[in-house]
């Protein structure tokens, strides 16, 4: 993977905002669930803001983060490396609590109890958010 270090960008897609859930809409050959990015930001040659959706194999974007790791080792040396996992540690931190606390608040299940602080729900859920401390 690292000689795609030697093919030029060609129209770029610059991100300001992104975001990623697992997802069951399709899986790898090992079985895992893909992981769907959603990539807010515009084309360079582009107008105005555009979202791209692309769907990944859990797998892949392991290798990618493997890949990216051995560069960085490689460019920049071991001190580097250990400061990006150690903000992926923190990262993943903090999406843990994130995480914990939409669900506590009866908010991750469907669109319309997040939407609503876990008032209303589409997905069939009837306990609502409003006994939450
Ligand atoms: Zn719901």
Do not use: W
Request: glycine share 10%; hydrophobic share 40%.
């Amino acid at each position: 993977m690292t000689h795609f270090k030697m093919i030029k960008p060609g129209d770029l897609f610059v991100t300001h905002n992104t975001g990623l859930q697992i997802t069951e809409e399709a899986h790898c050959a090992h079985g895992q669930a893909a992981v769907m990015l959603l990539l807010f930001g515009r084309f360079r040659s582009g107008q105005g803001a555009e979202r791209l959706d692309a769907l990944l194999p859990r797998c892949v974007l392991a290798e990618m983060v493997g890949s990216l790791h051995a560069q960085i080792l490689r460019d920049e040396g071991a001190a580097s490396l250990q400061r990006f996992q150690d903000e992926v540690a923190t990262y993943a931190e903090q999406s843990a609590a994130a995480l914990e606390q939409l669900h506590r608040q009866h908010r991750d299940c469907c669109e319309a109890g997040f939407r609503t602080n876990g008032a209303e729900h589409t997905c069939g859920r009837t306990d609502t958010g409003a006994d939450r401390e």
